[in-house]
C-alpha cells in the first residue's frame, strides 16, 4: 500500500492524497483486509462521482472492484441478475439492453459503479433503482459477518438508503441483484423532456432501447461531461417543502415548478432556486454552477476540493437567506 493521489478518483478532478489506497476483486480480499485494518477509519470507494475531497484522507481508501455480472434464476417473464458491486453502471445498463432486459433504462449515462447505486437509489427520468433491486449484498466492517438485505430492508427513499444512513461507512456493498423484465416492458415515458423527445422524433411505443437512446441524448445535452469539466452531477437534493411554504414562494415567484409528492408536501427544483439566487450570473476562475443546470458545481480548471466546498455553502447560504430552504448536500463531503 502506498501514498497516491486521488485526482484519477474523483468526478471533480480534485487533487487529494490517500494515506493507504488498495483495490479489493472479492469478498475475500475485503474480509482479509478488514481483519488487518481493524478500528481503522476508512474510505469505500467506488466510481468517486459523488464524492468531494475537502482534504487529504488520512486513512486508507478501500477501492471496490469486484467484477461480474451473472443470470442466478429466470423464466419466460423475468430475469435475476447478479451483479459485482465493481462493474460499471452505464455499461450494465446496455448490456441489459443488448440482452433486452427491461427495468433500468432511464438510468443510463448515471456515472459510477453499480456497488454505489444503491446507496443513494440512484434515480432518473422518472425511475430509481430501487423499483428493479432485489436484494443487495455485502460485508459489515465491524466483524466481517455477510449479509443480504432484501429490497424492503433496504429502507430505500429519496436519494437515499440504509447504506447511506444508518449503515454509512459500516457495511460494504459486494454485490446487487436486479430483477428485470424479458416481455412487456414497464415502459416509462412520462418524465417531461424524455416525453418531449419522444414526441418530436414522432415515436408513440418506444422501446426499452429508443428510452436509453433519448435518455441519453437528453443527457449529453444537458450535463457536463466529467472528464472534461469537473462535476458530481447534482450537488443538492431538491428540497422537499409544505403547502404554505409553496404559497409563499409562488406569491412572488409565480413560474416556480412543484411537484406533488403526498400529502401537503411539494418536491421544488434545487436548481431552481440557486438561479434565482443569482449564481449562474456568478463567473469565477475556479468553480462555478454549470451555465445549462444551476444544481451542478463544476471545477473550473485548478479548484482545489475546500474551494468547491466553500462555494457549495456559499449557495446554501444564499438560498437559506432568500427563501429560507435548508438545501441538503446530495454529494457526499470526505
Ligand atoms: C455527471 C454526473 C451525473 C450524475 N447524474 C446522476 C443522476 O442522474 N442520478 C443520480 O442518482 N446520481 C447521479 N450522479 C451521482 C453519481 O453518479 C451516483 O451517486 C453514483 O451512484 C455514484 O457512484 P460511484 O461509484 O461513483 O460512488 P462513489 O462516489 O465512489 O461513492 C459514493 C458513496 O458511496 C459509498 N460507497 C461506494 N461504493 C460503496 C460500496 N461498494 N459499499 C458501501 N459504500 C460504498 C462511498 O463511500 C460514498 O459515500 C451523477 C454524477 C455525475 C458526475
Redesign the pocket.
Known amino acids: 500500500m502506498k501514498k497516491i493521489s486521488l485526482r484519477p478518483y474523483?468526478?471533480f478532478g480534485v487533487d487529494a492524497y490517500a494515506k493507504d489506497f488498495v483495490s479489493v476483486e472479492s469478498e475475500k480480499e475485503i474480509v482479509e483486509f478488514l481483519e488487518k485494518n481493524k478500528s481503522k477509519s476508512l474510505?469505500?470507494?467506488?466510481?468517486?462521482?459523488?464524492?468531494l475531497f475537502k482534504k487529504d484522507v488520512d486513512y486508507p481508501v478501500l477501492k471496490?472492484d469486484i467484477k461480474g455480472i451473472e443470470i442466478i434464476n429466470e423464466d419466460d417473464n423475468e430475469v435475476l441478475i447478479s451483479v459485482g458491486?465493481?462493474e460499471n453502471?452505464n455499461e450494465l445498463v446496455w448490456w441489459c439492453i443488448e440482452n433486452d432486459f427491461g427495468g433500468i433504462e432511464n438510468?443510463v449515462?448515471?456515472?459510477?459503479?453499480v456497488?454505489?447505486?444503491p446507496?443513494?437509489?440512484?434515480?432518473?427520468y422518472g425511475k430509481e433503482i430501487s423499483e428493479v433491486i432485489e436484494n443487495c449484498r455485502?460485508v459489515f466492517r465491524d466483524n466481517c459477518s455477510l449479509k443480504i438485505f432484501k429490497n424492503e430492508e433496504c429502507n430505500f427513499s429519496y436519494?437515499s438508503s440504509i447504506?447511506?444512513e444508518d449503515l454509512?461507512?459500516k457495511?460494504?456493498?459486494?454485490n446487487v441483484t436486479l430483477r428485470l423484465t424479458k416481455k412487456n416492458h414497464k415502459i416509462n415515458s412520462e418524465y417531461y423532456s424524455l416525453k418531449n423527445d419522444l414526441e418530436e422524433n414522432g415515436i408513440k411505443n418506444p422501446t426499452i432501447k429508443r428510452i436509453a437512446q433519448s435518455v441519453s441524448n437528453i443527457?449529453k445535452e444537458k450535463?457536463?461531461?466529467?472528464e472534461k469539466i469537473g462535476?458530481?452531477?447534482?450537488f443538492f437534493k431538491n428540497p422537499i417543502i409544505d403547502k404554505f411554504k409553496l404559497k409563499k414562494i409562488k406569491s412572488l415567484y409565480p413560474d416556480i415548478i412543484s411537484y406533488n409528492i403526498g400529502k401537503s408536501n411539494y418536491k421544488i427544483p434545487a436548481g431552481w432556486l440557486i438561479e434565482k439566487c443569482g449564481f449562474k450570473d456568478i463567473k469565477q476562475k475556479k468553480v462555478s454552477v454549470y451555465e445549462k443546470q444551476a444544481l451542478?458545481i463544476i471545477n473550473l480548471g485548478d479548484a482545489k476540493g475546500i474551494d468547491i466546498y466553500a462555494f457549495s455553502q456559499k449557495i446554501k447560504e444564499t438560498v437559506r437567506e432568500k427563501f429560507d430552504i435548508l438545501l441538503e448536500e446530495?454529494?457526499?463531503i470526505i
Open positions: 474523483n468526478s474510505l469505500i470507494l467506488g466510481g468517486g462521482t459523488n464524492i471496490i458491486a465493481g453502471w438510468l449515462s448515471i456515472p459510477g459503479n456497488g454505489s447505486a446507496i443513494q437509489n440512484i434515480g432518473a455485502g436519494r447504506f447511506k454509512k461507512n457495511f460494504i456493498i459486494t443527457r450535463l457536463p461531461d466529467y462535476n458530481a452531477g447534482s451542478v446530495e454529494v457526499n
